[in-house]
């Protein structure tokens, strides 16, 4: 059936752009605020699905309309954007940061950003803060959506209303299925991959067609919206970056939405009033274009300040942000969206086509130059392209990724290449070196400095090494008790190493570990933090900043309480990247030209090797 325009719809847009504008400029209270693109899913679903369905019921539908009108709501305030952010982007970002973005820019024209940023997603990657064109992984999602829902309704039509309403139930059933599985392996699949998203727009349509049961009375419609708000505003405000999402995590606010929506389709309530004010369906309309903004505006605004750093709750730069987006976002709508929408620039389906197309193309021929050139180095000195290169650094061979350190997804014991990492000959000293990706930076010093020694190896990130398996993930516990329960006790070592990004919470492990040495008689050698920088080192010499200025505290404090505690409580041996590197301040470069470390806080192997002749020098490992 065809419906009037319900202002609440808006109104609950306003609420879910809110909730994302607040967590992207880091409001502490709004960590969860990630939830409102998934209420955006079901809205959108919802709104399309209430259009589509009557004109395909009464034989008006046409997939040209359909796809003009996507074009004509989504592509021109997406190009305007696009453009201003390749001139900042032109301005601010290095080679490979520019590769980036090109590629991203595609995908956002293109409809496929969410698969780029997928492919772009790897534990030693760049902050997600610094991509300007991140947030567009939501349109991706959208728009594959688009594309295929109008021909699977023009499928279904065929099926017939009850075998459609099955078929539909049953989609939204599996998608929802598959995200709760994939959500557990395979987050970063979950989060980004349109069929894993696709149960949340199907909810939106389970609503518009009445597949679910409809709200007749007052009350039920009041208690109905109130607990969908209240839904949604409490994962918005409970969740974090730690909670478990999307799949299971994703569902109250997506069920908080059709609950809103599904409350307005038979009356009002008092939600639905509340949602409907002026300055709520106001914010609404210009949702879009404030989407679409807030994020590059916030993303080269850290740009502009890197060197002075973004702390949460910077009222004064949260301020800043919102008013500028809020600004661009009301004359997006209003020079933009509206008057393409009404027709009233590129008014026939040729001209919007063409002009669509004309922008796409020229777009694509700069980011291919753009990729093909490495990033448009000639904006910048021999020099800082040269340190620049360095944030693409690979460290997967000579940290031995996949072989002898791993993540903790989908990764057994099996895949440890027992002959490379875990060697075990006659006539050496023995030397095991466990830990996280701090212990995996490590290795190539110990090859290349410690030829003496035999250096076994086993190390998984993102995971603690002894104590708290009961809630780590499985691979984690498979591996320790691999490494403690059947390696060790049947092959001697004359110590273990032991180095990690150590934190208030991951203090536990180091007790366990002593423990562990005590109980099995096994030389235990803890090795204390290493330097950290508020962003990348490459980053900040290619800058030319002052990298000492840059150095975050924590590390050093961490160090002395730790050096401490394994002098006075532990009675360990216990190495400090700070005592013996950064007697006169830590060191930035190995060797001219080249860093100590490739991001904020892992050393390239040339800065472990230096580290490690020093920890030599000292005979602290004889």
């Not at 903790?408 to 490379?420: E, I, W, Y």
Request: net charge neutral; charged share 15%; hydrophobic share 50%.
């Amino acid at each position: 059936m065809a419906r009037g325009y319900r202002p609440d719809v808006d109104g609950l847009r306003a609420v879910a752009v809110l909730l994302v504008v607040g967590r992207h400029l880091r409001v502490s209270w709004l960590s969860g605020g990630f939830v409102g693109v998934d209420v955006f899913f079901v809205i959108s679903g919802y709104l399309i699905s209430s259009i589509i369905m009557p004109q395909i019921l009464d034989g008006t539908f046409s997939l040209t309309g359909f796809y003009e009108r996507r074009i004509r709501r989504i592509f021109p305030a997406l190009a305007v954007m696009l453009a201003v952010s390749s001139l900042l982007a032109w301005k601010y970002l290095l080679p490979s940061e520019m590769v980036g973005y090109a590629r991203s820019m595609v995908g956002a024209l293109f409809g496929f950003s969410n698969v780029v940023f997928w492919n772009w997603v790897g534990y030693f990657d760049g902050p997600n803060e610094l991509k300007p064109l991140l947030h567009t992984w939501s349109l991706g999602v959208e728009e594959q959506f688009y594309l295929c829902f109008p021909l699977l309704l023009l499928a279904g039509r065929r099926l017939g209303v009850t075998a459609f309403k099955r078929w539909v139930c049953g989609l939204t059933v599996v998608s929802f299925v598959a995200a709760c599985g994939m959500t557990l392996y395979l987050p970063s699949d979950a989060f980004y991959f349109a069929p894993l998203r696709a149960w949340e727009l199907l909810l939106g349509i389970l609503v518009s067609q009445a597949y679910v049961p409809s709200i007749r009375t007052s009350a039920g419609r009041n208690v109905a919206a109130c607990a969908g708000l209240a839904m949604i505003l409490a994962t918005g405000l409970l969740y974090t970056a730690k909670t478990s999402f999307p799949g299971l995590g994703a569902l109250p606010p997506c069920l908080g939405a059709a609950l809103i929506i599904a409350a307005g389709e038979t009356g009002t309530s008092f939600v639905g009033q509340f949602l409907s004010l002026r300055p709520m369906v106001f914010v609404g309309l210009i949702s879009y274009s404030l989407y679409l903004w807030h994020w590059p505006v916030q993303v080269f605004y850290d740009y502009a300040h890197l060197l002075t750093g973004r702390h949460e709750d910077d009222w004064r730069a949260v301020g800043f942000v919102f008013t500028i987006s809020f600004v661009v976002a009301v004359l997006s709508w209003a020079f933009v969206e509206r008057p393409v929408r009404a027709g009233r620039l590129w008014p026939s389906r040729g001209r919007l086509f063409l002009g669509s197309g004309a922008f796409a193309g020229v777009a694509l021929l700069l980011a291919a130059g753009v990729v093909r050139s490495e990033g448009a180095p000639k904006r910048f000195s021999a020099e800082t392209v040269a340190m620049a290169r360095y944030l693409d650094y690979d460290n997967h061979d000579e940290d031995r990724w996949g072989r002898c350190a791993f993540g903790p997804l989908l990764t057994t014991v099996s895949m440890l290449d027992r002959t490379a990492c875990l060697p075990y000959s006659e006539g050496k000293k023995h030397l095991l070196l466990v830990g996280d990706s701090h212990a995996a930076h490590l290795w190539p010093g110990f090859a290349a400095v410690f030829p003496e020694f035999e250096v076994s190896q086993v190390n998984m990130s993102e995971c603690p090494i002894l104590a708290g398996m009961d809630t780590a993930p499985k691979a984690c516990g498979a591996m320790s008790r691999f490494i403690f329960e059947d390696w060790l006790p049947h092959h001697p070592v004359d110590a273990l190493l032991v180095s990690y990004r150590w934190t208030e919470g991951s203090l536990p492990d180091a007790e366990a570990l002593v423990a562990y040495g005590r109980a099995h008689h096994v030389n235990v050698i803890l090795f204390g933090p290493s330097v950290e920088y508020a962003i990348a080192l490459p980053r900040l010499l290619a800058m030319g900043a002052d990298a000492h200025e840059q150095e975050v505290g924590w590390p050093r404090a961490m160090d002395l309480r730790m050096k401490q505690m394994a002098k006075d409580r532990w009675g360990v041996e216990y190495i400090s990247f700070f005592d013996d590197v950064c007697a006169g301040g830590c060191p930035v470069y190995a060797a001219p030209g080249m860093p100590m470390g490739f991001d904020a806080n892992h050393l390239t192997a040339a800065g472990a090797k230096v580290f490690l002749a020093d920890v030599k020098t000292s005979g602290e490992i004889r």
